[in-house]
């Protein structure tokens, strides 16, 4: 590794997500597909001329603002961190680091932004001081990150069970045109899992396969943000977002992703998601549209 390394962090967009059940800890026992949209965190990394494993952390972007890299609570800072650890005493010898994170995905929105982000650092320190994980150690490390770390790692469609760390391929899945719409309001991951009342969902049976978007949506209406009634609750303005994306022109289907807020819509096409967005846009959301994200295409 020589020139500053760039990883692109995606926002992870859970297409359905059920709540199976609750470990004794406290953490819920999930079964959800996630798939990843264009949009994106950008982490860049550089080697330091110092020693010492250090990873020193600017943040800048549209959502930069407040968010302070020398902060140990940052996902990206205890990445670099974990792996330190993993090396042990021998880190006293690796190059220190530079990293720049620019930060475009809202945070604490219920895409994985936080979590995509600790995912690429994960990815970018590895490489920077030429470390081989075992896979089974990397999703430890990364479950110890966060829950949706570990799925962030790859990114590509995926079925994710456990609190997050067991991972299989999602059903081969057609391309498609989606929209993520975040109406400007953090929302707190664990006051929505406190908040949610009910009890536990099966996991579906899934196809092997969606070979149309007809298909996969007909499959997703019969399937539940478990999430979502609890975080409407606590921020009202997600129903409006839903209603918004559902009355957009050549909206196919539309949910909510994660703990919220930042809902999402699919569409025949990235074009038609481009098409419909001025139907949807209000003062203060964010709004973005484009393509699901497929590894080694469009960034
Ligand atoms: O793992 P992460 O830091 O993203 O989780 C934040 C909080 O969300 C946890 O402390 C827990 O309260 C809740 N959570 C959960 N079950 C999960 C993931 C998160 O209860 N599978």
Redesign the pocket.
């Known amino acids: 590794m020589t020139a500053t390394q760039r990883e692109s962090a995606h926002a992870k967009i859970n297409l359905y997500l059920h709540v199976t059940g609750r470990r004794a800890d ?5 079964d959800s597909v996630a798939v990843f949209a264009g949009a994106a965190d950008v982490l860049e990394v550089e080697i330091a001329a110092r020693q010492g494993a250090a990873l020193d952390l600017r943040i800048d972007g549209m959502f930069g603002a407040g968010l302070v890299g020398d902060d140990t609570t940052n996902l990206v800072v205890r990445a670099a961190s974990a792996l330190r650890a993993w090396v042990g005493a021998d880190a006293a010898a690796l190059p220190s680091l530079d990293a720049v994170l620019h930060k475009e995905l809202p945070v604490a929105s219920g895409i994985g932004g936080g ?1 995509a982000d600790a995912a690429a650092a994960l990815r970018t320190v590895m490489r920077a001081w030429n470390l081989n994980l075992p896979r089974a150690e990397l999703i430890n490390i990364a479950t110890g990150l ?3 770390v570990p799925v962030c790692l790859d990114q590509v469609p995926t079925r994710m069970s456990g ?2 760390e067991i991972l299989r391929p999602a059903p081969v899945m057609p391309q498609c045109g989606m929209m993520l719409v975040n109406c400007g309001m953090s929302v707190s ?2 006051a929505i ?1 406190r908040a949610r009342k009910g009890g536990f969902s099966p996991a579906p049976d899934l196809p092997a396969r969606w070979d149309t978007l007809s298909d996969m949506v007909a499959t997703l209406s019969g399937l539940n943000n478990d999430l979502e009634e609890a975080a409407c609750e606590v921020c009202p303005t997600i129903r409006e977002v839903l209603s918004a994306l559902r009355a957009a022109p050549g909206c196919r289907f539309a949910r909510m992703s994660g703990s919220g807020a930042t809902c999402f819509a699919l569409f025949d096409t990235p074009e038609a998601a481009d098409l419909a967005q001025d139907a949807v846009a209000r003062p203060g959301w964010w709004v973005w549209s484009g393509d699901l994200y497929r590894k080694g295409c469009a960034a």
């Open positions: 406290g953490y819920h026992l999930l979590s966060g829950a949706d609190i997050g991951t664990p899992f």
